[in-house]
């Protein structure tokens, strides 16, 4: 292949998850009234390069010794708080943040937003260790790696979600799925648009909020590390506790991360 070609050529990676899901609901914003959680029980994750010098396997290193380009993991159910990271109104972007509805068929978020703790108190209030250790966040990690050709601005491309056919819950629409370098400054949030079943950025670490953002270089036998979180946004209308307490809670969705970088020259 030559140079010209190679530059235009983009590494893709792609991350599967399985999650359940929080059926119906009507409030305008929906958090729980009460200190509830809702299961994420996810299957599989796996992870694929449609590149022939890019490798990838599953958590934060590995994968400059590999030559596989496909990886799965299987995950376990993960309970799960509601949480938001800066799409509810009157919310630090970045920082994690949940709260209480109002009534048990009415999510209207009741007071204030407070910061998600870790109950050991060992980590910051409102960090991603916090929202870890306190059941708001569900995490899965992968590294990238190159053979031989040094890969640029490693990017989301695009998620999508391919609903169970046998399911009709709509966790789709309260599926969060962030996406993050290794140390967590260049970030992006991905949901469902409001009016269909594509996905959409709906905050980035970008001022603007920009898709676009960078989460690092690919250098050739080095492995550049990326985390995958998935959470439920609060203030999604699906998120109410009358839903939860009629238990309408299935699995529902696969969610596909696509990674894309550019290939330098030589």
């Not at 140079?3 to 009507?26: D, F």
């Not at 972007?93 to 204030?112: C, E, P, R």
């Not at 990690?141 to 609903?163: F, H, M, P, R, W």
């Not at 056919?165 to 309260?174: G, I, M, P, R, V």
Request: charged share 20%; net charge negative; aromatic share 6%.
């Amino acid at each position: 292949m030559d140079t010209k070609a190679l530059k235009k050529q983009m590494g893709a990676a792609i991350a599967m998850v399985l999650v359940a899901a929080v059926a119906l609901g009507s409030a305008t914003f929906a958090w729980f009234v009460t200190n509830s959680k809702v299961d994420a029980t996810t299957s599989t994750i796996s992870a694929q390069s449609n590149a022939a010098y890019m490798t990838i396997a599953n958590g934060t290193t590995g994968a400059n010794a590999v030559d596989t380009t496909s990886v799965k993991t299987e995950v376990t159910t993960k309970p799960l708080y509601p949480a938001t990271y800066g799409e509810q109104d009157a919310t630090k972007k970045g920082t994690w943040m949940t709260g209480f509805g109002t009534t048990l068929d009415d999510g209207t978020l009741s007071g204030s937003l407070v910061e998600c703790k870790d109950p050991t108190g060992t980590a910051n209030a409102g960090s991603t260790a916090a929202a870890l250790a306190g059941d708001y966040i569900l995490q899965q990690d992968y590294n990238i790696s190159s053979k031989g050709q040094n890969l640029t601005g490693l990017q989301v491309e695009k998620v999508t979600v391919a609903k169970d056919s046998t399911s009709n819950s709509e966790l789709a629409k309260a599926l969060r799925v962030l996406v993050t370098n290794a140390d967590g400054t260049a970030w992006v949030v991905y949901g469902q648009k409001a009016d269909s079943a594509d996905y959409e950025c709906k905050l980035s670490s970008d001022t603007s909020n920009a898709a676009t953002v960078s989460l690092g270089d690919v250098t050739a036998k080095l492995d550049t590390a990326v985390h995958v979180y998935l959470y439920y946004e609060g203030k999604d209308a699906r998120v109410t506790t009358r839903n939860l307490q009629d238990n309408k809670l299935t699995a529902t969705a696969k969610a596909t991360v696509f990674f894309t970088a550019t290939a330098d020259n030589k």
